[in-house]
C-alpha cells in the first residue's frame, strides 16, 4: 500500500524573549505557512489519484467466479490503497447488482417467450420461482456474495410480478378473444348447415323426419345470439359483422326454401318436363322466378301460367316472409346457380341420350349427319370439339377399340362435322406435322385414316365418299399416294405442296416452267396447249365439270412433278371423284362422270329406294312424265343446290327431272319438277327418333330409380335416426346450449342491478 507521506510542523525553542523591535523578521512564519500548503496540495492530489483510481477499476474490472463456478463480484487487489479500495467497491457491487438483474430480466424474457404462445402464466410462475429460489440460495450460501441476496431478491420478485402479470393479462385476453371466434364459427358452421336443413326437413322420407327441431326456430335462435354478441364481446364485435351474420343465416335460410321451390317445381310439372329433348320449359320457369326474387313481387311475372305456377309451389309466400327483402339480391344471385344446375342437368341427360342413341345408330352403320357425329365426339369421353382435338387424340382412336362410337363415327359413312374436315386442310396438316416433326408415324396416320374413312370397295367397285372433306384435301392426298412409291420424293408431306403452290403464285419463272413443261408434253409446236388442254388429255372426258375440276390443280402438279407424273395423278382421280350414275341425264346417251349422282350421296339401307319413289312420284304431276321411268326414259339433272330444310343446311343435292332429250318437265302450274332429299331426310329423322324413345325409355326408368333414393333436386335422402340425434341434431344441441347460456348471463346481469 503506498505510503501516505507525514509532514513535521515547526520546532518550538525554549529561548529567552529577546527584545521586540518594531520591525520584526516574519520569514519563518511565512516559511511555515508555504510548507503546510505544499503539504495539503501533495496530499489531495495524491488522495485525488487514489480515488480515480479505485472509481476507474471499479468501473472496469472483470467480474470474478463463485465458489460454485458462477458469476462473482469483481476482486479488487490487496496492494490496493484504503482510498482505492473504498472506492472500487461500490462501484464493482453496483455493476454486480446490475449484472445479476440483467441476467434475472434476460431469463424472464426467456421464459416469457416459451409461454407466450399459450398465455401459460402458471407454467412460467413455477419455472421462475424455481430460478429466483436457486439464484438466492447460491447468493446465501457464499459469504463474499450473502451482502447481495436482498437486492437481488427484491429484482428478481419484481420481474417476476411483472412478467406474470403481463402474461394473465393476455391469457384473459386470448381467451376472451377465442371465445368470441368460437362463437363466430359455431354460427357460421350452423348457417352453412341452415339451407341443408331446411331443404331436408320438408321432405318426406321413407324413415319419416330427419330432423327434430324445426328450422325456424333454428333460424330464430341464431339471430338471437347474434344480437347478444354486442353486449358479450364489446370490444370485439363489429357491427357490421353482426348484419353480415344475420344476412348469412337470411340468405340460407331462404336459399333453402327456394330449393324446395325447385325441387316442386321438378316433380309438379311432371309430363310437361321432358329433359331429354331440347324443349326444357323449367328453364323458362325458373327464370320467371328470377324475375319475382329480384323484385320481390309476384305481380312482375308476365306469363301467368309461370305465376299459376310458381304461386302454386310456395314462391309468392316466400317472398312476402319478413327478412326476405333484405337478402333479395343476394338470393337472386344465389338462385342462379340453382337454376343453372338443373337447365344443365336436363342438357347433360338430353346429351347423355343423344349421345347413346347415335352410338347405337353408329354401331348399326346407319349414316349420321354431320350434328350427330359431331354429338358424339363432342359429348362423348373423349371431348373432340375442335381440329386441334381430332388430331392429337386420332392416333388412340384408331389404335383404340374399334367399338368405341368415335371410332365408329370417324370411321362410317355418315357427313363428318365442320372441325374433323377442318382438321384435314393442308394448312392444318403443315401445322400439325411440324408440330410433330419427331415422329415418323404422323403423316402416315392421317394418309391412312383418310383412305380408309372415304375409300371403300362397293359393288366390285372403288366408292369415293369424301364426306365433307373438300377438294384441296382430297387431292392433297392422291398426291401423296401417286408420288410415295416413287423415286420422285423419298418423303413427300403437305408443307411440299404448299410450299410449290406459294412459289408457283409468286414467282413468274415458275409459271413459265409449267407451261414449258406443258407444251413438251404435247411435243407442240407453235400454238401452247392450255392447262385445260392438258386436263382434257389426262381425264380423257369431254365433261366440262370434270375438266374443269381438275385444272384447278393441275398447274401445281406439272410444277411440283412434271407433266408425266401429274397426267398420272389426274387420270387416276377422276373415277374417284366424279362417278357415272344409271340414273343422270345422259349427253349424247353417254354415261358421264358427275358429283351429282344420286348413288353417291344416298347409301343409306332403302334410300336410293326412296329417292327413285319420290321421283316417280314426281312424274306422275306432269301430263308427259306419267308414263315415264325414273332411270330410263326420265332423268336426274343437276339444279344450282338445296336450299336449307327447316332452316337447316344440308350438302345432299336436289335435282330437277328430265326427259331423255333433256327437257325439264313440268308440273301442271308450269313448274319444273324437283327432286329433293327431304324424303330421305325425313326416313333418317324416323330411323334418329326411334332409337331416341328406346333410350328415352331407358333412361327414364333409370331416372325413376334414382329419384327413389334422393329428392328432387338429386340430393340423396338421408336416413332418419330420429329427433337431436338426426343428421342436424349436434348443431341444433349446441345453439340451444349457446343460446340458454345467454340468456342466463342477461338474467345473472339483470338481478345484480337490482
Known sequence: MAEIPKFKGTPVYNQPIGVVTPMRDTSGETLARVGQAI???????????????????????????????????????????????????????????????????????????????????????????AYSEDTLSRLSSDPSLAKYAAPIAAALDSEGFAHGKKLYADKLKVEHKQAFVNRVQILESAIKDQRALVNLQEKEYEDGDVVGTSADIVKSNILEIID??????????????????????????????????????????????????????????????????????????????????????????IISTSGFGDVRDKLASAFDSVENNIVAQAKANKDGLLYSSYAGMAAKGVPMSANASAHILKTGPLAIGTPQDLLNKLPAILMGDRNRPEYQVLMGNGQLPEFVTQAFAPEMIEGYLAQNSDNPMALITLRNYFKQATHRMRDGRLDINLRGFSDETFMMFETMDAVANTPLYKSFTPADLLAKRAE??????????????????????????????????????????????????????????????????????????FQKSDFMFMQGGQKTFTRMAPEQHFRGDGEMDIILTTAQQKLRLSARGKNLVIGKTAFFAPTTGTAPIKGVPTNLPSYRLVDRNGQVLLDANSQPLVVGPQ????????????????????????????????????????????????????????????????????RDKLESQK
Open 228 to 317: 347478444g354478441l354486442e353486449e358479450e364481446f364489446p370490444t370485439l364485435v363489429e357491427r357490421q359483422q353482426l348484419q353480415t351474420l344475420k344476412d348469412d343465416i337470411n340468405r340460407e335460410h331462404f336459399l333453402g326454401k327456394l330449393d324446395n321451390v325447385a325441387s316442386a317445381l321438378i316433380q309438379n310439372i311432371g309430363d310437361n318436363f321432358n329433359q331429354y329433348t331440347s324443349d326444357i320449359p323449367i328453364g323458362d320457369i325458373m327464370q320467371s322466378a328470377q324475375t319475382a326474387i329480384r323484385t320481390g313481387n309476384m305481380d312482375n311475372i308476365r306469363n301467368e301460367e309461370h305465376k299459376r305456377i310458381l304461386d302454386a309451389v310456395g314462391l309468392g309466400e
Open 679 to 746: 324424303a330421305v331426310m325425313q326416313a333418317r329423322d324416323i330411323k334418329t327418333k326411334a332409337e331416341i324413345e328406346k333410350y328415352l325409355a331407358k333412361a327414364q326408368e333409370a331416372r325413376a330409380r334414382f329419384l327413389s333414393g334422393t329428392n328432387m333436386l338429386g340430393q340423396y335422402k338421408p336416413k332418419s335416426t330420429g329427433g337431436a340425434a338426426s343428421s342436424f341434431g349436434g348443431t341444433s344441441k349446441t345453439i340451444n346450449s349457446i343460446l340458454d347460456a345467454q340468456r342466463q348471463r342477461i
Open 504 to 577: 408457283l403464285e409468286r414467282d413468274k419463272d415458275a409459271q413459265e416452267l409449267v407451261k414449258t413443261r406443258i407444251k413438251k408434253f404435247f411435243n407442240a409446236d407453235g400454238k401452247q396447249p392450255s392447262t385445260l388442254d392438258f386436263v382434257r388429255d389426262a381425264t380423257g372426258s369431254t365433261d366440262a365439270n370434270v375438266n374443269l375440276h381438275f385444272a384447278r390443280y393441275a398447274d401445281e402438279l406439272v410444277y411440283t412433278f412434271g407433266a408425266q407424273q401429274a397426267r398420272e395423278i389426274i387420270k387416276n382421280s377422276v373415277e374417284k371423284v
Open 39 to 129: 503539504f495539503e496540495h501533495d496530499y489531495a492530489k495524491l488522495y485525488a489519484a487514489e480515488e480515480t483510481k479505485g472509481k476507474a477499476f471499479g468501473a472496469a474490472a472483470a467480474f470474478g467466479k463463485s465458489k460454485d463456478g458462477g458469476l462473482g463480484p469483481i476482486e479488487i487487489p490487496d496492494n490496493f490503497s484504503k482510498v482505492a479500495r473504498d472506492n472500487a467497491l461500490p462501484i464493482g457491487d453496483k455493476r454486480y447488482i446490475e449484472r445479476l438483474t440483467l441476467d434475472a430480466q434476460m431469463h424472464a424474457n426467456e421464459l416469457h417467450a416459451q409461454h407466450d404462445q399459450t398465455k401459460d402464466y402458471v407454467g412460467f410462475q413455477e419455472k421462475w420461482k
